[in-house]
């Protein structure tokens, strides 16, 4: 069993940063992939960042350049470094990972950006 919990949410002007974190316990080494959605109000699901086993990442346009997606495999955590941030950033954001045969998610932090 493998449990995420996100950290590192919280309410940031535009333009500022946060980074945010996701511990995992269990063990995740062989995943597929695993990465961050957010989910803003009224709004579907959407992928922003994704790494897969081999180190490739996977970005959206509306992301690319502004976030950074890395793993630290001796801490078992993934971070989310998110630069430049802007209004329509502001959602809540679930770390996930693909396991092949299962998946998990986190409960989620919530990313305010508000001026």
């Known amino acids: 069993q493998v449990q995420l919990v996100e950290s590192g949410g919280g309410l940031v002007q535009p333009g500022g940063s946060l980074r945010l974190s996701c511990a995992a316990s269990?063990?995740?080494?062989?995943?597929?992939?695993m990465g961050w959605y957010r989910q803003a109000p009224g709004k579907q699901r959407e992928l922003v960042a994704a790494?897969?086993?081999?180190?490739?990442?996977n970005y959206p346009d509306s992301v690319k350049g502004r976030f950074t997606i890395s793993r630290d495999n001796a801490k078992n955590t993934l971070y989310l470094q998110m630069n430049s941030l802007k209004l329509e950033d502001t959602a809540l954001y679930y770390c996930?990972?693909?396991?092949?045969?299962?998946?998990?998610w986190g409960q989620g932090t919530q990313v305010t950006v508000s001026s």
């Open positions: 790494i897969a086993i081999g180190g490739r990442t």
């Open positions: 269990g063990s995740i080494y062989s995943f597929k992939d």
């Open positions: 996930y990972v693909n396991l092949g045969l299962d998946s998990y």
